[in-house]
């Protein structure tokens, strides 16, 4: 049974009720332990609370320095992290070991982020000076995700920690493991104890986080869970809130020179890892037409014969889904949109093996009515044709999200159009929608998020600007209306 709750550097067993995670790909048991209580929530709040202003006043070289050996301990880990991810969602292993370097990479690319947004100016003035800084906003509580349990996370904990704040870090429940592999890293990086605390647990132990003393909340998830915690700090402006909530992804296509080459695009847009990421293109937009047959057929073509495996196979494109729950969940999305006018091009399908395996799914949807406007997290690829460029651009943008869209053309003065009208925080042309750089931002307008984009920009909601007019001494101001 498996440590829950890490406190000022020690682990102890969970308090609530157990819990574990199965191998999606296997079925066996990946970890197992108890949830934290929570009066252990509490706990971990309170240390991190006490650890906080010490912290804090360490100087900048300091906690930079700490968090340069984490990126060192973290590739030293690679490996472990690596089997931690794969076992509890499972990744497929050159996906996995490519999360575990990103993970150490965020830190060099946080150090810099923090110096360029989040850093220290000074400018000499007629009475003295003036100077900008940075303080830390308190105490942070983390909320994981289980698509990218490590690097997610990892992404908001580290320039968090570089800021000055600590944090209170509760993994998915999902995907707990490589949270013990990044407790550990932290310890031998000398992070001091209680500047990070993890909580292990579903939605209980969330809850508990939810209501407790904390100055901020960071978070990667769902819609509807994003959602509900915008109403619960309601009226507390005084918690910052970082929400970033996926995407009901368009991706135009429209007659590029190479068809294979769309037809890539297309499929590596919609089927990586297995169609978990929020960034992955849920509608691909073609015109009607022969050369968009050709691009769909390509694109079916690639569904059919994209290798399915789990961690031990080398070559497999694809893993399998979370859970069987999801895998259920998929499949019921593609039923109701066939029930609402959907055409299955090729359906999306448990497989034999079990677990949360499923095969690719390209479904046409041009002639369907009422379809939700909702994220699948799963490989399936909704079709619209439509008959000119205008209405491209409509349907791309008939949606509540705004995190990705990207436009697969040859053509300069659409690319131009679509970057003008798209809306989308990642637009992207002749590449993938998947595709996101750790060096920019990272989110988008609408359902998406509230305006507090990750990855690069983590450091602006990280620390709060604090401008100050510096005179050495007091002197008389003269002004109009004062006495002499």
Same mark, same amino acid.
């Given at each position: 049974?498996?440590?829950?709750?890490?406190?000022?550097?020690?682990?102890?067993?969970?308090?609530?009720?157990?819990?574990?995670?199965?191998?999606?790909?296997?079925?066996?048991t990946s970890w197992d332990g108890q949830a934290s209580s929570p009066e252990q929530v509490a706990d971990a709040t309170r240390a991190a609370r006490e650890a906080q202003s010490a912290w804090a006043r360490r100087p900048q070289h300091d906690r930079t320095t700490i968090l340069?050996?984490?990126?060192?301990?973290?590739?030293?880990?690679?490996?472990?992290?690596?089997?931690?991810?794969?076992?509890?969602?499972?990744?497929?292993?050159?996906?996995?070991?490519?999360?575990?370097?990103?993970?150490?990479?965020?830190?060099?690319?946080?150090?810099?982020?923090?110096?360029?947004?989040? *850093?220290?100016?000074?400018?000499?003035?007629?009475?003295?000076?003036?100077?900008?800084?940075?303080?830390?906003?308190?105490?942070?509580?983390?909320?994981?995700?289980?698509?990218?349990? *490590?690097?997610?996370?990892?992404?908001?904990?580290?320039?968090?920690?570089?800021?000055?704040?600590?944090?209170?870090?509760?993994?998915?429940?999902?995907?707990?493991?490589?949270?013990?592999?990044?407790?550990?890293?932290?310890?031998?990086?000398?992070?001091?104890?209680?500047?990070?605390?993890?909580?292990?647990?579903?939605?209980?132990?969330?809850?508990?986080?939810?209501?407790?003393?904390?100055?901020?909340?960071?978070?990667?998830?769902?819609?509807?869970?994003?959602?509900?915690?915008?109403?619960?700090?309601?009226?507390?402006?005084?918690?910052?809130?970082?929400?970033?909530?996926?995407?009901?992804?368009?991706?135009?296509?429209?007659?590029?020179?190479?068809?294979?080459?769309?037809?890539?695009?297309?499929?590596?847009?919609?089927?990586?890892?297995?169609?978990?990421?929020?960034?992955?293109?849920?509608?691909?937009?073609?015109?009607?037409?022969?050369?968009?047959?050709?691009?769909?057929?390509?694109?079916?073509?690639?569904?059919?014969?994209?290798?399915?495996?789990?961690?031990?196979?080398?070559?497999?494109?694809?893993?399998?889904?979370?859970?069987?729950?999801?895998?259920?969940?998929?499949?019921?999305?593609?039923?109701?949109?066939?029930?609402?006018?959907?055409?299955?091009?090729?359906?999306?399908?448990?497989?034999?093996?079990?677990? *949360?395996?499923?095969?690719?799914?390209?479904?046409?949807?041009?002639?369907?009515?009422?379809?939700?406007?909702?994220?699948?997290?799963?490989?399936?690829?909704?079709?619209?044709?439509?008959?000119?460029?205008?209405?491209?651009?409509?349907?791309?943008?008939?949606?509540?999200?705004?995190?990705?869209?990207?436009?697969?053309?040859?053509?300069?003065?659409?690319?131009?159009?679509?970057?003008?009208?798209?809306?989308?925080?990642?637009?992207?042309?002749?590449?993938?929608?998947?595709?996101?750089?750790g060096a920019m931002p990272f989110g988008g307008p609408g359902l998406s998020g509230n305006f507090r984009p990750g990855a690069y920009y983590a450091a602006d909601y990280c620390a709060w600007p604090q401008a100050s007019q510096v005179s050495d001494e007091a002197t008389r101001?003269?002004?109009? *209306?004062?006495?002499?």
């Amino acid at each position: 049974m498996a440590k829950s709750v890490y406190i000022n550097g020690r682990w102890s067993d969970g308090a609530d009720d157990w819990f574990e995670k199965t191998n999606p790909a296997t079925g066996e048991t990946s970890w197992d332990g108890q949830a934290s209580s929570p009066e252990q929530v509490a706990d971990a709040t309170r240390a991190a609370r006490e650890a906080q202003s010490a912290w804090a006043r360490r100087p900048q070289h300091d906690r930079t320095t700490i968090l340069e050996r984490y990126a060192e301990e973290i590739t030293k880990r690679s490996d472990d992290i690596a089997t931690a991810i794969s076992n509890d969602m499972g990744k497929t292993a050159w996906e996995a070991k490519g999360e575990a370097g990103a993970m150490a990479a965020k830190v060099g690319i946080s150090i810099k982020a923090q110096v360029e947004r989040a *850093g220290t100016s000074y400018s000499e003035a007629a009475f003295g000076s003036m100077h900008l800084t940075h303080r830390p906003h308190g105490v942070m509580a983390v909320f994981g995700p289980f698509n990218f349990p *490590g690097h997610l996370p990892n992404g908001h904990i580290v320039p968090a920690l570089l800021a000055g704040n600590t944090c209170v870090f509760k993994p998915s429940e999902l995907a707990p493991s490589v949270a013990h592999v990044m407790a550990d890293a932290f310890a031998a990086a000398g992070l001091p104890d209680g500047v990070l605390n993890i909580v292990q647990g579903g939605r209980d132990t969330g809850a508990a986080l939810l209501d407790g003393d904390i100055n901020g909340l960071l978070f990667t998830g769902s819609a509807q869970t994003g959602l509900f915690f915008h109403k619960h700090f309601a009226g507390r402006p005084e918690v910052i809130l970082a929400l970033e909530m996926g995407g009901n992804n368009p991706l135009i296509v429209w007659d590029p020179a190479d068809v294979d080459s769309a037809a890539d695009i297309a499929a590596q847009s919609a089927f990586l890892t297995t169609g978990q990421r929020c960034s992955c293109a849920r509608r691909v937009i073609l015109p009607t037409g022969k050369w968009g047959d050709q691009v769909v057929e390509a694109i079916v073509e690639r569904a059919k014969k994209l290798k399915i495996g789990d961690a031990s196979e080398e070559d497999a494109f694809m893993g399998p889904l979370v859970s069987e729950q999801a895998a259920q969940n998929a499949t019921d999305f593609q039923m109701m949109l066939s029930k609402k006018g959907g055409k299955s091009l090729r359906r999306l399908k448990r497989m034999d093996r079990g677990g *949360g395996f499923v095969t690719a799914g390209v479904i046409d949807v041009t002639d369907a009515n009422d379809i939700p406007d909702d994220e699948l997290f799963g490989p399936l690829m909704q079709i619209i044709r439509v008959d000119d460029f205008d209405e491209a651009i409509l349907r791309a943008n008939d949606t509540r999200y705004g995190l990705s869209g990207g436009l697969v053309s040859d053509n300069d003065a659409l690319w131009l159009r679509v970057h003008a009208e798209m809306k989308a925080g990642i637009l992207n042309r002749n590449r993938p929608t998947a595709g996101a750089s750790g060096a920019m931002p990272f989110g988008g307008p609408g359902l998406s998020g509230n305006f507090r984009p990750g990855a690069y920009y983590a450091a602006d909601y990280c620390a709060w600007p604090q401008a100050s007019q510096v005179s050495d001494e007091a002197t008389r101001l003269g002004a109009i *209306g004062f006495p002499k």
